[in-house]
């Protein structure tokens, strides 16, 4: 049985939104990267559960790179 979180109650999601805002908050405006945490988060949606905190903030990372 796979346990699903809803991406708007996940807080790893919040502590990647979290700690990128810190380190984008120079070059983007946060609800920039709340979207791209969110929508990593989703992208990442079939990877087990005990590995998406470090993949989904890595991922965001690299696209939030490209953008800014």
């Known amino acids: ?5 809803p991406v708007t109650d996940d807080p790893a999601v919040d502590q990647a939104v979290a700690r ?3 380190e ?3 070059r983007l405006r946060p609800q920039v990267i709340g979207t791209v945490v969110r929508n990593c988060r989703r992208d990442l ?3 087990p559960v005990t590995a998406l905190p470090e993949l989904v903030e890595r991922l965001a990372r690299e696209r939030l790179l490209s953008v800014g």
């Open 1 to 5: 049985m796979t346990s699903t979180v």
């Open 20 to 22: 990128l805002a810190d």
């Open 24 to 26: 984008f908050h120079a």
């Open 45 to 47: 949606s079939g990877v």
